[in-house]
């Protein structure tokens, strides 16, 4: 499980100095309940001791170097009156969006993340994971970006028309959600996380220009993510899923300390345009090589990554995305080994 000094190499990273080995973390939450076996995913999702229990496992059985809270996408909509729907081992996702206006953001303004939902059960799992593991590993809590929270409240399509046709109420959404992001990163921070994951895939480039991102999306990001970084001291994790390096640039002012690469890019190019700029995170592709493919294609695979990526430092090996519920057991098996075993500097 970890080892002794992660949640250090994890800040050296971000201070873009060098760590003693490339820490190894995967989205794996959707194959650990599976591997687990005790729960269904709605059983875990809802339970702040189940989401302990299961994570505490997986982190010490596979040797990952986080505890990962994401979970589902769905913990601050639920409670301002977004439909969602999950069951069995299938995730929750939101479903029915409430009508686009004002009315909506005072119901955010409204809410109380230590209270909202099963908010509360998210700031348990992570209280218990640090009190467990200390600082073997980095306790990962996770909220989504202000953009892509438009997404979750008024739909993808509503919030990608108001990027032409109401910029003001766009704006203030964001502005709206930020307020209430910082609040809630607070209370993770308070409970234990070291770090944050901050999704904000609604921004992937087959959605938005860069042009587009840079004028709507970026100062509003960029200001929660100062804020957090310098104000809450705790580290800010984008994941846009991005593929593209002109993309990627433009995150780089955002000011925060790493950002996951999606499976599709070319991690070479990614790696060249932000080596010595900003910390990255990636992106071994959780479909085609850790479910689909052998250990020795796994292995194959985090070489080359490896290979590419760790020399320098201001890199930390990843999924690129969420790894598959029936991933074979012996792929992450053989992808932590074979980080592991070429990690130190």
Same mark, same amino acid.
């Given at each position: 499980m970890g080892y002794r000094g992660a949640v250090n190499d994890f800040q050296a990273i971000r201070r873009r100095k060098m760590p003693s080995r490339v820490?190894?973390?995967?989205?794996?939450?959707?194959? /650990?309940?599976? &591997?687990?076996?005790?729960?269904?995913?709605?059983?875990?999702?809802q339970d702040? /001791?189940?989401i302990f229990e299961v994570i505490r496992a997986a982190v010490e059985h596979f040797d990952y170097d986080w505890a990962w809270v994401q979970i589902d996408d769905c913990f601050e909509f639920e409670p301002i009156g977004v439909g969602v729907k999950g069951e069995g081992n299938i995730l929750r996702g939101t479903y029915q969006y409430l009508p686009v206006g004002r009315e909506s953001l005072e119901r955010v303004r409204a809410m109380d993340p230590c209270r909202g939902g099963r908010m509360p059960?998210?700031?348990k799992a992570l209280e218990k994971l640090k009190a467990y593991f200390g600082d073997t590993v980095l306790v990962t809590g996770s909220c989504?970006?202000?953009?892509?929270?438009?997404?979750?409240? &008024?739909?993808i399509e509503e919030s990608?028309?108001?990027l032409l046709t109401d910029k003001d109420l766009l704006r203030e959404a964001m502005e709206c959600w930020k307020d209430f992001y910082v609040r809630y990163i607070k209370a993770q921070k308070d409970a234990g996380a070291d770090a944050i994951w901050l999704g904000d895939c609604n921004a992937f480039s087959s959605m938005v220009s860069v042009d587009l991102y840079n004028e709507h999306i970026l100062p509003v990001t960029r200001d929660l993510i100062e804020y957090c970084e310098n104000n809450i001291d705790i580290m800010m994790w984008l994941h846009n899923s991005e593929i593209h390096a002109d993309h990627v640039r433009s995150h780089f002012p955002l000011g925060y300390s790493f950002e996951n690469i999606g499976? /599709?890019?070319d991690i070479r190019e990614i790696r060249e345009a932000s080596k010595g700029r900003v910390p990255i995170s990636g992106n071994i592709d959780p479909i085609k090589v850790l479910w689909k493919g052998t250990p020795e294609v796994v292995e194959s695979e985090v070489e080359r990554i490896m290979g590419i990526c760790k020399e320098g430092g201001g890199f930390i090996f990843s999924s690129g995305e969420m790894v598959p519920r029936d991933t074979p057991e012996e792929n992450i098996s053989a992808m932590v080994k074979t980080v592991k075993r070429l990690a130190t500097y």
């Open positions: 820490p190894c973390t995967a989205a794996s939450e959707e194959f /650990d309940v599976k &591997w687990y076996g005790k729960y269904t995913y709605e059983e875990f999702c702040g /001791d189940k059960e998210k700031l989504a970006a202000p953009f892509s929270a438009i997404g979750l409240m &008024w739909s990608m028309l108001l499976p /599709d890019a």
